[in-house]
Every structure is written in structure tokens, then in C-alpha cells.
């Protein structure tokens, strides 16, 4: 245990550090007392690790602190905030080799450490005032949550244990494996956009240059878990001497101005190649990764700050927690499609440093496309764990084990397919704001590029996934039954809230009856109140490891059975729904994923709210008449 005293000056806090403050202490301290598990949402750069120190000293209830954090690196950051921002208390470390004595003012510790087994032993609840919680969007993991029960028994449903507030806090308050924060926190309590920290100038301004290529990402495997890239799918595409070159030709063309270049990799051997071809164009460029031994790491960081070289390439190693304002470009040669991760990537530019006026962010094979609007409201909506009774959870958080799924997606091996990326395009965008207003509508509307499952679309906001005998999964949007017909191209409202559930298969009625059942099965909700992004993604995990285990090809829009003729079962069903109205042509021409279709959309009221909004769009069509009709023009009477 280390105590500190008189090293620093008292921290000035921001207008909006202030305000996020205020937020949590006036939660804690309502009267009903009502709320104790609070999220401060705001974005990478606006000094989260100030605002939890000053926090901390505000709290007036006798008790330790603890800080709970994601690595060894935040940890370090954490403890220097706090010799900083309050030196008169004992900080401890609890990590690996740096065993905390549990006895500290402060105890700062990394999750992977107290999950194991004793470990939380010397943490007596009754000790601690608060618990915050670093980069708080990975709370939702079972890792987290049992170790945040053992200070709020509330979590696990014991409402009679221990009580001690928690707060979280967060650039990225979503997860992308679509798991609730809600299970964890019950309210957030403040927001802090990022594209109004930059207009008041506590952030950098940012410019866009998106990059179009005939790279090809459609072969590339998708995560079960994560619906994020798969890394050793993605390596093979993005590691050819064909788009290295287009990564140094946009450095080249774009960046070569630019004092700190951050470029973030796929794997090693990415990061590796791409550095060499760097430094064979006389570019200093130097890495750094998971295995670089820390006092090399903290070096070559410290020679990056002090503008030593221009260029510095990672893997995985700084998406959370780095502390470099200098960086003035980034270059996302990763490819992702989490909006987490990818507001991360661009957040490691976004801090103001002493003559830096803006940052560059070059996107590489248009990430910005996949993930939409990275601005969009935090959220603690998500599946419940508890939805994944029979599954290991621990999983969910592995995502390094990806590359051992058994089930691929796509049978052609990626590393035979080799991209062509000669022809290239590059958008720049300049103002932020625009640019992610326009991606939001595009990306609410390209349900193709949200998954690669074979949704229906039943028109008025409502789709459909089938799981076969598992049931299906519906999406459908709340408070309408169908949306105006300007918005009839898409289905889709961006700015809706849907709701998401799954209704089982009905149990045949022979069944039912022998077993003394109804053979109706309760429809279960997934996820409520979330954007159109959160209510796929939600639903795709569920359906793939939920009802689908072993079996998710098999519900992809590309499945090889879609391919196959309509079966007899499948035409006459057809037949009858349609009263006959399917012609000899048809019957010839339907696949069986073409007929599955249309017998879902039947079955899900389809052809009802089809002719609902073509009697709206006429009806609106004649009343427009009427009025064009009823105005005097200037002009010769015809």
C-alpha cells in the first residue's frame, strides 16, 4: 500500500464533468433512495478518470473506494488519477503479481483478477462507500456480474445482501454481443455527446475520408457471438501486398503531412507486413502489440508522444484507455462492424493537444458503412443473460476463441480469395455532424448489411426471422401498424423504437393433449424500446446460439436448401393461401427459400398491411389532387 500527499494542485473541473457529477451525486441521494446502480455515459477524452477521483471525494459516507478496470494498463492510469486528483489516501493495485492488501483508502482492480476463485474474500461490502466501474459497457459479461453481486446482491435477484452503490462509466454504453447493461446498472444518468464536445471545442475536430476499393469483406466469417469480424477470417483479405498498398498510398496521399499517425491492424502478421512495407518507403513506422514487453511498450509510447517518429501500428492493444493526445490521423486498417469498437478506434484521436486542429480518420474498406451512426443515445437495453441459461457465458466475452468455431459460415476458405484494390476511391468529409445524420438513415435502411440472416420483411416495421422448428423471431416497430408511405422503401423508421420476441413452435395438439399441455408456448421478449441496429443484432444472437446452436447456416439467406426447387408441401400451402392465384410459371420458377418467404410473410400478415398502405398512399394521392386542383396559378387558362 502506497499513500501519497501534496503532489498535485486541485483538478479544475469541466463545465460538463461537473454537471455529470451533480447527476450521480443527486441520484444517491434522493430520497427514496430508489437507484444505486448509475451509468455516466461520455465520450473517449472527456476525462472519465477525473470525474470517478472527484466523485469518489465527494462521496461523505464513510467507506474504501473501489475501482474496478479492464487491464493493467487502465489500472496505472487509474492510480495516477488518483495520486493526482487526491493525494492525501493509500492506493492499491490489485493485478496479477500486485496483490492488493484489501486495507488501501483506494484499491484499484482489474476484473480478470477478482474473478478468481477467493480473491474477492478481503472486499467486505460493508468497508466500501462506491464501486466504479472503468469502461462500464462490458459489465453485461457474467465475469462482471459476479463480481458486482458481491457488493449489490440486488443483481442476482437477493434483495436482503449488501447495497453499495455502483457507478459505471462509459464512452460506448451498448454492447455489440447485444447483452442487456440493464441486468447491471439501472439508470443512466448522464450523456454527453461527442459531436457536441466537439463543437464546444473540449474534443478535436475530425474529418472523414472513407475509402471504396474492390476489397471484398462478403466472404469474410462473422462471429455467433460478437457479429463482428472474425480476425483470422479477416486476415487473409486485408494482408496481401495488393491492399498494403492502398493503406500506404492513403497514408501516403493523405497523411504524410501529419506529425502522429495511429494505424490499427488486423492480427500480428497484418501488423507486422505493414509495418515493413512502411519503413521499406522510408516511413519510421514502429509496433506495438499484446507480446511487447512493457518497458519496450512504454518507450516506444513515450517516443510516439514526444513526435520521436510519425507512425505507430497496433493490434488490439489500443482501443481502451491510451492517453495520446498528440495523435493527428488514424488510419482503421481493421475493418470492423461494432459501433463500440469502432467509436474506440476513433477516439484515440480525438483529445486536444497543444497545436493539433483537427484529427484524420482514413477508413479503410468503409467500416463507417457497417457500424452507422456511432452518435446514437447510450442504452442499457440488451438480451438478459438469463435468456442464455444453458449456455456458458464466459464465452460471450472469449472472443479469441472465435477462430475454433465449429460451424463455418461460408464454405469457400477465405485465404484463396485474393482482392483486388487498384481502384480506389476516396470521400472526404469535413464536417462530422453530416456525415453521421446521413449514415444513420442509410444504415437503418440496409437491413442487408445489418446480418446476413434470412429476415423477411413483412412490411409496416414488422420482420421476421424462421428457426425452423424452433419457432421465430419477430422484429416489429411500437406504436404503429404501419409507417407512412414515404417511409414504404425501407420499412424501416430510423428514429423508432422496435421491440423483439421469439414465439416458439406450437407443440403438436396430439401432444399436448396426451401430455395434459396447451400447445400454445409463451412468446418470450428478447429486447424492447431499442433502435432497429440493436433489435437485429439482438435477435441474430439469440437465434444462432439460443435456438440454432450447431444448426445457424441453416437460417442464412445464402443456405444451399434455399437454393433447392419448392417442395410440393411448400406450393400447395402457397395454393391455398393465395386462393389459387399461383400460376403454372411461379410454381416452376420458386426455390425453397423463396416460398419459406412468402409463407412467412403470409402467415405475418403481409398481404393485410400491403393493401392497408396502398389504400393510404392513394387516399393521400387523392387529397393531394384535390389541393393542386383547388390553386390558382399565374398563367394561361388551358
Given amino acids: 500500500m502506497r499513500r501519497y500527499s501534496n503532489l498535485a494542485d486541485k483538478i479544475k473541473l469541466r463545465p460538463y464533468q461537473e454537471a455529470a457529477i451533480t447527476s450521480v451525486m443527486d441520484a444517491l441521494t434522493r430520497p427514496d433512495n430508489a437507484k444505486s446502480r448509475l451509468g455516466v455515459s461520455s465520450p473517449t477524452g472527456s476525462g472519465k478518470t477525473t470525474m470517478f477521483v472527484e466523485l469518489a471525494q465527494r462521496l461523505k459516507k464513510p467507506g474504501k473506494v473501489l475501482v474496478l478496470v479492464n487491464g493493467i494498463e487502465l489500472a496505472r492510469q487509474a ?4 495520486i493526482r486528483g487526491w493525494p492525501d489516501v493509500s492506493v492499491d493495485i490489485d493485478q496479477g503479481p500486485n496483490v492488493a492488501s484489501g486495507d488501501a483508502d483506494v484499491t484499484i482492480a482489474t476484473f480478470q483478477t477478482l474473478i478468481r476463485p477467493g480473491k474477492l474474500d478481503k472486499y467486505n461490502p460493508e468497508d466500501y462507500k462506491v464501486v466504479l466501474v472503468d469502461e462500464a459497457h462490458h459489465a ?5 456480474v459476479n463480481i458486482l453481486a458481491h457488493f449489490d446482491s440486488r443483481i442476482n435477484g437477493d434483495q436482503d445482501g449488501h447495497q453499495v452503490p455502483i457507478v459505471g462509466f462509459s464512452a460506448t454504453f451498448s454492447r455489440h454481443d447485444s447483452l442487456a447493461l440493464g441486468k447491471v446498472f439501472e439508470e443512466i444518468v448522464f450523456h454527453k455527446d461527442f459531436l457536441d ?19 471484398d469483406l462478403s466472404q469474410v466469417k462473422i462471429s455467433e457471438r460478437t457479429n463482428d469480424y472474425i480476425v483470422t477470417s479477416l486476415s487473409p483479405i486485408l494482408n496481401t501486398p495488393s491492399v498494403r498498398r492502398v493503406v500506404l498510398a492513403a497514408y501516403l ?3 504524410s503531412d501529419r506529425r502522429s499517425t495511429l494505424i490499427f491492424c488486423a492480427d500480428i502478421k497484418h501488423l507486422h507486413n505493414l509495418t515493413m512495407d512502411f519503413r521499406d518507403a522510408a516511413i519510421d513506422a514502429r509496433f506495438i502489440y499484446s507480446g511487447t514487453p512493457a518497458k519496450e511498450r512504454e518507450k516506444i509510447l513515450n517516443d510516439f508522444k514526444s513526435f520521436k517518429f510519425p507512425v505507430l501500428m497496433n493490434c488490439a492493444v489500443l482501443t481502451e484507455g491510451a492517453d495520446i493526445p498528440n495523435i493527428d490521423c488514424i488510419l482503421l486498417c481493421r475493418p470492423t462492424r461494432s459501433r463500440n469498437l469502432f467509436s474506440q478506434m476513433i477516439g484515440r484521436g480525438m483529445r486536444v493537444a497543444e497545436g493539433k486542429t483537427e484529427c484524420k480518420i482514413i477508413d479503410i474498406a468503409a ?3 457497417k457500424v452507422g451512426d456511432i452518435s446514437a443515445a447510450p442504452s442499457l437495453e440488451g438480451l438478459d443473460l438469463s435468456l442464455f441459461d444453458d449456455i456458458n457465458s464466459e464465452t460471450i466475452e472469449n472472443d479469441v476463441k472465435d477462430h475454433l468455431l465449429e460451424h463455418p459460415l461460408f464454405k469457400e476458405d477465405p485465404t484463396t480469395i485474393v482482392p483486388h484494390a487498384d481502384h480506389i476511391i476516396f470521400t472526404d468529409y469535413d464536417d462530422p455532424r453530416a456525415l453521421f445524420a446521413s449514415l444513420k438513415n442509410k444504415h437503418s435502411e440496409n437491413l442487408y ?3 446476413r440472416n434470412a429476415w423477411v420483411d413483412c412490411r409496416g416495421g414488422y420482420f421476421v426471422l424462421s428457426c425452423q422448428q424452433s419457432g ?5 416497430h411500437i406504436g404503429s401498424e404501419y409507417m407512412r408511405p414515404v417511409q414504404i422503401k425501407a420499412n424501416i423508421n430510423p428514429d423508432g423504437k422496435y421491440l423483439a420476441t421469439h414465439k416458439p413452435a406450437n407443440v403438436p395438439f396430439r401432444d399436448a393433449k396426451a401430455a395434459g399441455l396447451s400447445p400454445f408456448r409463451r412468446i418470450v421478449t428478447l429486447v424492447k424500446d431499442v433502435d432497429f441496429d440493436m433489435a437485429i443484432k439482438a435477435s441474430d444472437k439469440f437465434a444462432n446460439e439460443k435456438l440454432m446452436r450447431g444448426r445457424s447456416t441453416l437460417i442464412l439467406r445464402d443456405a444451399p436448401w434455399r437454393k433447392s426447387p419448392a417442395t ?4 400447395n400451402t402457397l395454393e391455398k393461401r393465395l386462393k389459387g392465384d399461383l400460376n403454372e410459371d411461379m410454381r416452376k420458377r420458386l426455390s425453397k427459400g423463396d416460398a419459406a418467404d412468402m409463407i412467412t410473410r403470409l402467415m405475418n400478415g403481409y398481404k393485410r398491411r400491403a393493401e392497408k398502405q396502398q389504400k393510404q398512399a392513394m387516399k393521400e394521392h387523392k387529397e393531394a389532387e384535390k389541393k393542386r386542383n383547388k390553386m390558382v396559378k399565374v398563367g394561361p387558362l388551358l
Avoid at 79 to 82: E, I, K, N, W
Avoid at 472 to 476: G, T
Wanted: charged letters at 20%; one cysteine or more.
Fill in 367 to 369: 467500416s463507417l458503412d
Fill in 140 to 144: 453485461a459479461a457474467q465475469s462482471y
Fill in 197 to 215: 464536445m466537439i463543437k464546444e471545442q473540449w474534443l478535436s475536430n475530425v474529418t472523414f475520408t472513407t475509402i471504396k476499393t474492390d476489397i
Fill in 472 to 476: 421465430e423471431i419477430r422484429i416489429e
Fill in 449 to 451: 448489411n445489418l446480418s
Fill in 568 to 571: 410440393n408441401v411448400q406450393l
Fill in 79 to 82: 492510480q495516477q488519477a488518483f
Fill in 253 to 255: 496521399d493523405k497523411c
